[in-house]
């Protein structure tokens, strides 16, 4: 059974940083294929960046410049470091694994506020 568990989420002024982990564990799998996502209260779950094909990364248009995903391959963590916070990137993060026999995997989300 595979298993995501977030952390590193907190609260933050405008122009702080933080940074998400994301410890995959359990089952078989390839941590290039995890990626972060944001989801805000009456909005849909989006795309925050992830690994595109090659292992490159990708990024939201939003955060382009200012966040950067990265990997530990002997920890199976997938970090996401946040720099240059803006309010609007206030939201639940979640990381999710791309399961090719099945529905993705989800971890439970980490909460970051941005306050102005």
């Known amino acids: 059974q595979v298993q995501l568990v977030e952390s590193g989420g907190g609260s933050v002024q405008a122009g702080g940083s933080l940074r998400l982990s994301c410890a995959a564990s359990?089952?078989?799998?390839?941590?290039?294929?995890i990626g972060w996502y944001r989801q805000v209260p009456g909005k849909q779950r989006e795309l925050v960046a992830d690994f595109g094909s090659g292992g490159s990364a990708n990024y939201a248009d939003s955060v382009k410049g200012r966040f950067s995903i990265s990997r530990d391959n002997a920890k199976n963590t997938v970090y996401l470091q946040m720099n240059s916070l803006k309010p609007e990137d206030t939201a639940v993060y979640y990381c999710?694994?791309?399961?090719?026999?099945?529905?993705?995997?989800w971890g439970q989300g980490t909460q970051v506020t941005v306050s102005s």
């Open positions: 999710k694994l791309l399961n090719l026999g099945g529905p993705p995997y």
């Open positions: 359990g089952g078989t799998f390839s941590i290039n294929a």
